[in-house]
């Protein structure tokens, strides 16, 4: 009998893969790795889309996607980690949104599926396959997980409805076509 169980070989996998592809969408942002745009043209896109200013909106979800990525997979700090990945994708998916829900179709199918995954993580926990475990769960309590997603909610709550905001205050700036030629 081993000491670890499929359970703790089920996490270690879905931190693993999960964390990495965070990581690396975080690394596109952050450094321009992977064909992504770095901070420079990350921040324009951001700006593009109504997350202002566009350089601090890219540095901070670089930052949640690289930094939160990198601790899911390694098992660290996995409430504050899971939480982190799970509201720049709530960020994410709030541009998709209106696309609809299927990513072929632009939507938020992706953004949703990884943060909800990593939202699964931070509750659940990394297992004993994990520095979290080696550490004793020094930064892994149980009074973390809602601390995590309270501070991770307010301050996706305040990005995505300043994104609103702006958003439709330019909408109505524009004039809509009356009547076609």
Not at 56 to 69: C, H
Not at 117 to 129: D, I, N, Q, S
Request: proline share 3%; with cysteine.
């Amino acid at each position: 009998m081993t000491c670890y169980d499929r359970r703790d070989l089920g996490l270690l996998l879905l931190r693993l893969g999960t964390g990495g592809v965070l990581a690396a969408h975080g690394a596109q942002k952050l450094f321009g790795w992977f064909g992504g745009g770095g901070i420079e043209g990350t921040g324009q896109f951001m700006e593009s889309i109504g997350y202002v200013p566009g350089r601090a909106s890219a540095t901070a979800a670089g930052l949640a996607e690289a930094g939160g990525g990198v601790l899911l997979a390694l098992g660290l700090a996995t409430p504050a980690a899971g939480a982190a990945a799970a509201g720049a994708m709530a960020g994410a998916s709030a541009v998709h949104a209106p696309n609809g829900f299927f990513n072929q179709e632009g939507g938020f199918e992706y953004a949703a599926s990884l943060g909800l995954t990593a939202a699964g993580l931070a509750v659940t926990g990394p297992g004993r396959l994990s520095l979290d475990h080696a550490l004793g769960h020094a930064v892994n309590r149980s009074w973390m997980i809602p601390a995590a997603f309270a501070v991770t909610a307010a301050a996706t709550t305040m990005t995505v409805g300043a994104r609103v905001r702006r958003l439709r205050r330019a909408k109505e700036g524009e004039q809509e076509t009356l009547f076609e030629e």
